[in-house]
């Protein structure tokens, strides 16, 4: 259905090609085939630039801002292939390129095994998740990212720095009966930082945010990346996540953490996981809503 044209409402979306340099930029990473579920996630960074004309650029504020007026936000396409040793390189290299080009990167999923190299490619320090699981498991999967990059970088990478200190990683929505204690254990042997789903809803977001990019973001030269995991959601506004639950996140809520982690100037790139448009609600809600996710992390950089 072809969507109204009006001069004084401007649309989302149909960024330039990312050339030289950007404010932010967009890059697709269409991981899927280490899923531990069946998914057509490796569809979906299409499906999102075709929902973010659904919205507009502006931001209400007080003051209002049009984005496309206040950043340059361009569009560096998909990394092809992306899984794999061979992928998982392709992706450091682009978006490091892209990293040192910008001041976010916005990645584009995929199934969570984005979050390793796009992760490394940014060369973060700090890591938060929104998530509903620990990402702990061993192996190579959408379930292992986060051991990834506390064990297995260095070597993977190239880069002898490139290890996260698990202690400068915040997991926020960690959600009971979706997770083994086994993993618990070992996310609190690391000293990784745990906010469960409970502790969000008592603390409330902007604590919650103040505490995650102080964590994250310690040390010299922090560089943050953000992994929004879409099945932190209630599966009734993400039904299009293999894993999602009843009980989750509100959208509102994944929105405003997601606004609020942006908008402090460590964080340097961004993911958005986990999402299958291929299993979506008929009404596409479950990609409207990362469609959203990419606005929210632009409103966050525009306000630093």
């Known amino acids: 259905m072809a969507l109204s044209h009006d001069p004084l409402w401007p649309r ?62 361009a569009d560096a ?17 682009r978006v490091r390129e892209l990293a040192r080009a910008s001041d976010l990167v916005i990645a584009l999923g995929g199934d969570n095994s984005l979050t390793y190299p796009v992760a490394l490619g940014a ?3 700090g890591l938060i998740t929104f998530d509903a699981h620990f990402d702990l498991r061993d192996g190579v999967s959408n379930g292992t990212p986060v ?21 400068r990683i ?6 009971d009966f979706a997770n083994s204690a086994a993993y618990a254990r070992r996310a609190a042997d690391w000293g990784i930082r745990v906010v469960t789903l409970d502790d969000v809803r008592r603390r409330g977001i902007a604590d919650v945010v103040a505490e995650a990019v102080e964590i994250a973001g310690a040390g010299v030269e922090p560089r ?3 992994d ?27 929105r405003a ?17 986990e999402v299958d448009a291929t299993a979506d609600a008929e009404d596409g809600r479950t990609v409207r809503l990362a469609a959203l996710c990419v606005l929210e992390l632009l409103a966050g950089l525009a306000a630093r």
């Open 12 to 73: 989302a979306g149909a960024w330039p090609a990312f050339e030289d340099t950007a404010d932010a930029v967009l890059l697709g990473v269409p991981t899927w085939r280490t899923s531990l579920s069946p998914t057509g996630a490796h569809a979906t960074p299409a499906a999102i630039r075709e929902a973010l004309p659904r919205y507009g650029t502006t931001v209400l504020g007080p003051p209002t801002i049009d984005l496309d007026e206040t950043l340059r936000i």
């Open 77 to 93: 396409g998909d990394v092809p292939e992306p899984d794999g040793d061979t992928g998982e390189a392709r992706t450091i290299e």
């Open 123 to 125: 060369e973060t320090t």
């Open 147 to 167: 051991r990834r990059l506390v064990e297995d970088a260095p070597a993977a990478s190239g880069l002898p720095t490139a290890r996260i200190d698990p202690t």
């Open 170 to 175: 915040v997991q926020i929505g960690l959600a």
């Open 224 to 226: 943050v990346h953000l």
């Open 228 to 254: 929004i995991d879409v099945d932190v959601c209630d599966r009734a506004v993400a039904p299009g996540c293999p894993a999602s639950v009843p009980g989750g996140l509100a959208a509102w809520e994944l």
């Open 257 to 273: 953490l997601t606004r609020g982690v942006a908008a402090d100037p460590r964080v340097r790139s961004a993911d958005i996981a």
